[in-house]
């Protein structure tokens, strides 16, 4: 399997003339997915004792498998957070898998940690936190997280040793993203949701929060997580006012901008997420609205050294690392993964190769195409807007429509391979919801899925 022979060259020249293809299809058929006993009947069993051949599994990935995705950098995918990694990045992330570079330990890694950093060192700047702030990139906003909240409760134990032992608290909004609640069940933490009826939640809701909480649970608090743009609105939360609330109360504030946090390099809303310079740790996928290729989340604390306090490992092989001459940023330290690659590096050679400006202008084109979206919703008779558009989301019904033709119609674009467009509930309604992400996306596509409704 390791040698090098004429078969593996000329496979080499098909995977890249695929990728070159596909890189350069700016818009790619639209796939939809088929049931695992349909794909099993027409590519039958792959994996066998002695192989099927490269080139009779590369035909059926081409063939068969690809076609049942749907490509997340469709102009007309407008479901979930879709995304729109850049031609760079994607071609820099073969690079990364071609390079083979372990991106644990500066030791192994130096050169392509260093590159993350590079990116990463962008990315804290739009933050406003201080000088001494850093961070790390992660396997997405849900690992993101949960290494933020194992640092805040370590954090929290090491602060009172009375706390060791004790089930903690975590309070956040009914805005909050489902990983906040998930992650919480990982490290055996409660939730407490304010319910804010999905709207920002702001500093005097989380103070009344607090206030009701139990002598008890309020001794159990050791963290609240505000929203920097949440999944289903775009809402983002009022990190100033939650900020004073957090610091009055000594309370780790993490804010978790996993989806919202590329419109921080945007003019234009950037002062919507005032407050979030006095966050303790922050998340934010450059997967999403950096646009960089899966898998690419990243975690920032204000205090480095809290974090590696409570994620370093210990091991005796991995002495080494603690040796004078293997000195340098370990990421590994800093977030729950041991074995990582570097993630974060097809982001660093687009940033280098488009620079920070074209950046910007991409990310504020997805805030522009949500405006003009919500604009020509207002002109038509059929269609209406639940509430203002907010980043890059816009949510609106179908007047008449109940849930079940919202499901239909989704399907009905989706199976024709036109768009995917997906319904969402908000204040126990459902309705449409457009996520905007790619600048590819045109008026004109906009037009035709709202036709699409009449």
């Known amino acids: 399997m390791h040698t090098i022979d004429m ?3 000329e496979m080499t020249l098909d995977v890249m003339k695929y990728a070159i293809d596909r890189i350069s ?14 794909l099993l009947r027409i590519v039958g069993e792959t994996i066998t004792p002695s192989g099927i051949g490269g080139e009779n599994a590369f035909k059926l990935f081409k063939d068969v498998l690809a076609k049942a995705n749907v490509p997340i ?16 990045a994607i071609m820099f992330d073969l690079v990364t898998s071609a390079s083979s570079i372990h991106g644990a330990y500066w030791m192994e890694g130096a050169g392509g940690i260093f590159c993350e950093n590079q990116a990463m060192k962008w990315m804290v700047s739009l933050t406003g936190l201080p000088d001494t702030a850093f961070g790390v990139f992660t396997s997405g906003g849900t690992s993101a997280n949960l290494s933020a909240l194992v640092t805040a409760r370590q954090a929290w134990r090491d602060a009172d040793v009375s706390n060791i032992g004790v089930k903690g608290l975590i309070l956040t909004s009914d805005g909050a993203h489902s990983s906040v609640q998930s992650m919480a069940q990982v490290i055996d933490a409660d939730v407490v949701m304010i319910d804010n009826d999905g709207e920002a939640l702001g500093g005097k809701e989380l103070q009344q929060a607090i206030n009701e909480l139990e002598e008890t649970d309020r001794k159990r608090l050791f963290a609240v997580v505000a929203t920097g743009g949440t999944t289903n609105a775009g809402i983002i939360d009022k990190l100033d006012s939650i900020a004073e609330v957090c610091n009055k109360e000594d309370v780790w504030m993490h ?9 921080l390099a945007a003019n234009s809303v950037r002062h919507l997420f005032n407050g979030i310079e006095n966050a303790d740790s922050i ?8 646009f960089s290729p899966y898998d690419c989340g990243a975690v920032i604390y204000k205090n480095m050294e809290l974090a590696k306090n409570a994620h370093s490992q210990k091991g005796a092989y991995l002495d080494i690392f603690s040796d004078e001459g293997a000195q340098g940023f370990n990421p590994a330290d800093y977030q729950i993964q041991l074995t990582r690659r570097v ?14 400006d074209k950046y910007k202008q991409a990310i504020e084109r997805g805030i522009e195409l949500a405006n003009i979206a ?20 816009v949510l609106f019904r179908r007047k008449g429509w109940k849930a079940e033709d ?3 119609w989704t399907y009905k674009n989706h199976n024709s391979g036109f768009a995917l467009v997906t319904p969402t509930t908000w204040k126990k309604e459902t309705v449409i919801r457009f996520c905007f992400i790619n600048p590819d996306t045109t008026e004109d596509d906009i037009d035709k899925i709202l036709d699409s409704m009449k």
């Open 374 to 393: 919500a604009e020509k919703i207002v002109f038509r008779e059929e269609v209406e807007l639940i509430r203002p558009q907010s980043l890059s989301v």
């Open 7 to 9: 078969d593996l060259v």
């Open 406 to 408: 919202y499901k239909a």
């Open 255 to 263: 804010v978790d901008c996993a989806y919202g946090g590329g419109a």
């Open 343 to 356: 993630r974060g590096m097809p982001l660093w050679f687009s940033l280098a190769m488009h620079g920070t």
């Open 73 to 88: 950098d469709h102009p007309r995918n407008l479901a979930f957070v879709p995304a729109a990694p850049t031609r760079a």
């Open 283 to 290: 998340t934010i996928d450059p997967h999403k609205w950096l």
């Open 25 to 38: 299809n700016i818009t790619p058929e639209l796939g939809s997915p088929k049931s695992e006993n349909e």
